[in-house]
């Protein structure tokens, strides 16, 4: 199973970008999956998660300006992220786990240890 990850850059305070995370190898449905981030000289932080039930769960620094979902034609997952802050600077990954697992469940008692991850994508907000 491989994840691929696009659509980072740089972004001034108060814009948005879309990232995307394409899963090669597996249906995504099959998948509980979500989005952590890792700025310089932190740890790496859970953001959201999308469940296998279509539940999903976001961490208190982005809820109500990110948004996840999952595009089962296309087999991608997606990361909608507005009213971009400096604070939101990170590498982002998005992970995935062949279980069965709710949104939040994926993200708090999988996460770091979830076996498929991307290669992450620059995020800059200046």
């Known amino acids: 199973v491989q994840l691929v990850e696009s659509g980072g850059g740089s972004v001034e305070a108060g814009g948005s970008l879309r990232l995307s995370c394409a899963v090669h190898g597996r249906t995504i449905s099959d998948l509980s999956m979500g989005w952590f981030r890792q700025a310089p000289g932190k740890e790496r932080e859970a953001v959201a998660g999308f469940g296998t039930d279509d539940s999903t769960y976001y961490t208190s620094s982005v809820k109500g300006r990110f948004t996840t979902w999952r595009d089962n034609a296309e087999n991608i997952l997606y990361l909608e992220m507005n009213s971009l802050k400096p604070a939101d600077t990170a590498t982002y990954y998005c992970?995935?786990?062949?279980?069965?697992?709710?949104?939040?469940?994926?993200?708090?008692?999988?996460?770091?240890?979830?076996?498929?991850w991307g290669q992450g994508t620059q995020v800059t907000v200046s």
């Open positions: 992970a995935g786990a062949p279980y069965r697992y709710s949104g939040s469940w994926f993200l708090f008692n999988l996460g770091s240890e979830a076996p498929y």
